[in-house]
């Protein structure tokens, strides 16, 4: 009876060491698996987070070309108009030194 006492205890002793073995080599798989989904998910973000500022980039460089055309139209537009300012102030001009020599 004593020897299959020992017997047992051995036998409980080896069941829980193998056990603890089991759990060890399951806890690390856990953290291994735990490690590359958060690679891969840090990954997947830093693509999302890059396309979405290349998107919001070229977004502001189309607005830019849009307000720079728009104001080299208005810009045009102005010269056009002192040009035109210019021409009708010139021949009130002309006409005045007419009048005055004649």
Not at 16 to 43: F, G, H, P, R
Not at 94 to 101: A, C, G, H, P
């Amino acid at each position: 009876m004593a020897k299959e006492t020992v017997d047992a205890v051995r036998k409980a002793e080896l069941n829980a060491a193998d056990t603890e073995k089991d759990a060890v080599a399951k806890s690390e798989a856990i953290i291994q698996k735990a490690q590359q989904d958060a690679k891969a998910l840090m990954l997947n973000l830093t693509k999302e987070v890059s396309a979405t500022a290349a998107s919001e980039l070229e977004k502001a460089q189309e607005k830019n070309a849009r307000v720079m055309a728009e104001a080299l139209q208005r810009a045009e537009k102005e010269v056009l108009f002192l040009k035109e300012m210019v021409k009708s102030k010139e021949k009130g001009v002309l006409d005045i030194i007419i009048s005055e020599v004649i």
